[in-house]
């Protein structure tokens, strides 16, 4: 039984260039996450889908960044014009589907991209 | 809004002896779900544990035990034995149930970094 799976673990990008990063989660679970952590802070929430459908999105996404999940398979999240702001650790998520509307099943990690902005 | 306070931000101490990692909470919702994760130096985050809001029991796994009290919004996390493979950050995570603006998303605390001396 894989985990969830980052690619690539690392990014080092100049400012104003555009970064993708993938996700692939375990393949039974349906529902995937986004979140973002800096130095010192726990993760913080970006994005939620089920299947291929994005249901939520933190005010912290700005209009910069971007996420899809075209097959309901992997995940794609996609920062434009990056600024050094951006660099933190962006980490993936997923959890099993269960009955729809119920929550609170626990989320596995995967290992993180960490984006370094210069 | 969620909020989660791990109000100890390092702790240090040798092992064999026992350490508790404080939680407090606060949500308006009355169903919510409490996690705890590990961060090992390797930086992926491990799920631990999971409770809703109903199972005030407390748990034991092994060297890990959990205290939850509602009354004082507390969910605790006490390691026995300490070993420095333990040497970790600790992160407490809430999420809101069904009904609930915050079901889809972990909101983390700060994490509590602890190191276990040999």
């Known amino acids: 039984d894989t985990g969830v799976s980052q690619d690539p673990r690392h990014k080092i990008t100049k400012r104003g260039q555009n970064v993708t990063f993938r996700c692939d989660p375990i393949?039974?679970?349906?529902?995937l996450y986004w979140y973002r952590q800096t130095l010192g802070q726990g993760p913080e929430f970006l994005t939620y889908?089920?299947?291929?459908?994005?249901?939520?999105k933190s005010r912290l996404l700005s209009d910069r960044f971007s996420a899809e999940r075209p097959k309901g398979s992997f995940s794609t999240l996609e920062i434009q014009r990056t600024e050094q702001g951006d660099s933190a650790m962006y980490l993936c998520?997923?959890?099993?589907?269960?009955?729809?509307?119920?929550?609170?099943?626990?989320?596995?990690f995967g290992p993180g991209t960490r984006l370094t902005v210069t | 809004a969620q909020k989660v306070t791990q109000a100890q931000t390092e702790i240090s101490v040798v092992e064999k002896e026992d350490v508790t990692l404080d939680c407090v909470y606060e949500?308006?919702?009355?169903?919510?779900?409490l996690f705890w994760y590990k961060q090992p130096p390797s930086g992926e985050l491990v799920f631990l544990i999971r409770?809703?809001?109903?199972?005030?029991q407390n748990e034991i796994s092994g060297r890990y035990s959990w205290n939850f009290q509602k009354s004082t919004s507390s969910f605790n996390f006490t390691i026995t034995a300490s070993q420095v493979v333990d040497s970790a950050v600790y992160f407490c995570?809430?999420?809101?149930?069904?009904?609930?603006?915050?079901?889809?998303?972990?909101?983390f605390g700060s994490g509590t970094q602890l190191t276990v001396l040999p």
């Open positions: 998520a997923s959890s099993p589907g269960g009955l729809a509307g119920v929550f609170g099943y626990e989320q596995y």
């Open positions: 393949s039974e679970h349906n529902r």
């Open positions: 889908f089920q299947n291929e459908a994005q249901l939520e």
């Open positions: 949500t308006r919702d009355t169903t919510y779900y």
């Open positions: 409770r809703n809001s109903f199972d005030e």
């Open positions: 995570a809430l999420s809101g149930g069904a009904s609930s603006g915050s079901a889809r998303q972990l909101t």
